[in-house]
């Protein structure tokens, strides 16, 4: 059953504290959308990367993982790789030929990337306002149950699918000391019924080895104010 979220705004409070998974992979990469040229990773997981890893892990199309902190708990470590990218989108026309024309299509990128990340991905679970069991500790208590025994719905990555992510149960490792502005970061990506895509955005802040993550981005925030008045 399909559930349209782009017009919603998760609850002020939720019923349960959040929960916390760790996340560590060998590389990982965040893309930051001003630099085009060459592919630069933000520092951090970002929230939406983070919210894509937990739906890889367990996925319902009546909830969503909101994420409310990321912590970091190895030292930011920075590594450059040069990497064969496609110029172009899979499109109807390359479908239909059966082939992409790798000499035309294929480009060479300097990517900036980050490698040995550790991280605490602290969130909780929203129930879509539609559906009749508005309990959302089961779903949590399932994810919570899928990563002890290691299993996803499909494969978590740290950005892109060559990088894998080992998800598995919390434990009491501290954040790193770490303090940062980070500038505007990504906070969410809203699926259209158009079949587009709809970013929003929030100034990012570490703080001690924590980025808290607000329950709305700028552009939300920016409506709701409107809404108000």
């Known amino acids: 059953m399909h559930h349209d979220w782009a ?3 998760p609850p002020e409070a939720f019923p349960y504290p959040d929960f916390g998974v760790q996340v560590r992979g060998d590389l990982a ?17 970002t929230p939406p990367a983070a919210e894509g890893i937990l739906s ?5 199309p009546e909830i969503r993982w909101v994420i409310t902190a990321i912590e970091v708990l190895a030292p930011v470590t920075w590594t450059t790789m ?13 479908q239909d030929q059966g082939y992409l024309d790798l000499d035309d299509a294929i480009q060479q990128r300097m990517t900036t990337l980050l490698r040995d990340v550790h991280y605490r ?4 679970a929203w129930v879509h306002p539609d559906v009749d069991d508005q309990d959302a500790a089961k779903w949590r208590d399932m994810l919570q149950r899928r990563v002890r025994k290691g299993q996803s719905f499909r494969q978590p990555f740290l950005g892109m699918r060559e990088f894998i992510a080992d998800i598995f149960p919390d434990d009491d490792t501290p954040p790193i000391k770490w303090d940062e ?4 970061m990504s906070h969410r990506i809203d699926y259209l ?21 607000p329950r709305l981005g700028l552009l939300a925030q920016q409506r709701a104010s409107l809404g108000a008045s």
């Open 7 to 9: 017009d919603l705004r």
């Open 29 to 45: 990469v965040f893309t930051r959308p001003e630099l085009t040229s060459e592919r630069v990773s933000y520092p951090i997981l």
């Open 56 to 60: 890889a892990v367990s996925w319902k």
């Open 82 to 94: 040069r990497r064969n990218e496609s110029g172009t989108a899979i499109t109807r026309s390359h």
């Open 121 to 124: 991905i602290r969130a909780n």
């Open 181 to 184: 502005d980070l500038g505007i």
């Open 193 to 213: 019924p158009s079949g587009k895509e709809e970013y929003d955005w929030f100034e990012a802040k570490v703080v001690g080895g924590v980025m808290q993550v």
